[in-house]
């Protein structure tokens, strides 16, 4: 079942990652964690795609499946 983006975005909240700002519909996220600076790219969209949501996994280290993959 796909997530929006805005459960996305609750997820990546989570995991200590931070709204650090907003253009259009897409959201940056940022999260300082052991290796570095982490971004994600998150679109406030209904429904996320799976190549979206394998994106967003790959950009913030979060698992897949937490993000309904």
């Known amino acids: 079942m796909p ?6 975005i609750k997820i ?7 709204v650090s700002r907003q253009r259009g519909s897409h959201v940056v996220l940022v999260a300082q964690t052991p290796l ?3 971004i994600a790219v998150v ?4 429904e996320l795609k799976k190549g979206t949501i394998r994106s967003i996994a790959r950009q913030s280290g979060v698992n897949p499946k937490e993000l309904g993959l």
Not at 43 to 46: D, K
């Open 36 to 38: 570095g600076k982490r």
């Open 3 to 8: 997530i929006s983006g805005q459960q996305a």
């Open 12 to 18: 990546l909240q989570k995991h200590s990652f931070i």
């Open 43 to 46: 679109p406030r969209h209904r």
